[in-house]
T-cell receptor
Framework: EAEVAQSPRYKITEKSQAVAFWCDPI?????LYWYRQILGQGPELLVQ????????DSQLPKDRFSAERLKGVDSTLKIQPAELGDSAMYLC???????????FGNGTRLTVT | DAKTTQPNSMESNEEEPVHLPCNHS???????IHWYRQLPSQGPEYVIH???SNVNNRMASLAIAEDRKSSTLILHRATLRDAAVYYC??????????????FGKGTLLTVNP
């Protein structure tokens, strides 16, 4: 079964440094999501794309976070500068359409020191 | 977003049925009931969803109360691989809502051998 690919699997960075995560959704999936999951809590939606357009970024801290999906396929989530409170799992998901079930990758575990 | 209430944790024995409850007393007519689960160190995985009628698939069954204010996810024979956090989520299917999937804390299911 096709999977959502994410890299890196783990990332350790120092406070105030820049960090980037990459996601390759399942082929043909038009909708792409970035979620953040703090230990012990459920995932929280950061940003949702439909093809290359952002349809929801209301929970994205735009002063330090940015996300892009330039060709409507793979996507990058960037944090600059990283803060201690950004330590979390960053999950990417994709779906065929906005009403379809989400398929998640296994995430990038970020530790900010 | 409409909210759901789930027990923090439940325990089951291997090869026995498991009934995971979810209360959603403020559900609206356009909310679908979705269940996802998250195995350790993995991203969430879609399990099942429904609107009014009970639903079955290869993974589980979903029983929805007649008034739709509660639902139960049924695993017919639990295995050790079913140990996970199970999330009950209401997903608004009204056009223009972006069909947002908002996770709570879920129920941690432990399966005893």
């Amino acid at each position: 079964e096709a999977e959502v690919a994410q890299s890196p699997r783990y990332k350790i960075t120092e406070k105030s440094q820049a960090v980037a995560f990459w996601c390759d959704p399942i082929s043909g999936h038009a909708t792409l999501y970035w979620y953040r999951q703090i230990l012990g809590q459920g995932p929280e939606l950061l940003v949702q794309f439909q093809d290359e357009s952002v349809v929801d970024d209301s929970q994205l801290p735009k002063d330090r976070f940015s996300a892009e999906r330039l060709k409507g396929v793979d996507s990058t989530l960037k944090i600059q500068p990283a803060e201690l409170g950004d330590s979390a799992m960053y999950l990417c998901a994709s779906s065929l359409g906005v009403k379809s079930p989400l398929h998640f990758g296994n995430g990038t575990r970020l530790t900010v020191t | 977003d409409a909210k759901t209430t789930q027990p923090n944790s439940m325990e089951s024995n291997e090869e026995e049925p498991v009934h995971l409850p979810c209360n959603h007393s403020t559900i609206s007519g356009t909310d679908y009931i979705h269940w996802y689960r998250q195995l350790p160190s993995q991203g969430p995985e879609y399990v099942i969803h429904g609107l009014t009628s009970n639903v079955n698939n290869r993974m589980a069954s979903l029983a929805i109360a007649e008034d739709r204010k509660s639902s139960t996810l049924i695993l017919h024979r639990a295995t050790l691989r079913d140990a996970a956090v199970y999330y009950c989520i209401l997903r608004d299917q009204v056009a223009g809502s972006n069909y947002k999937l908002t996770f709570g804390k879920g129920t941690l299911l432990t399966v005893n051998p």
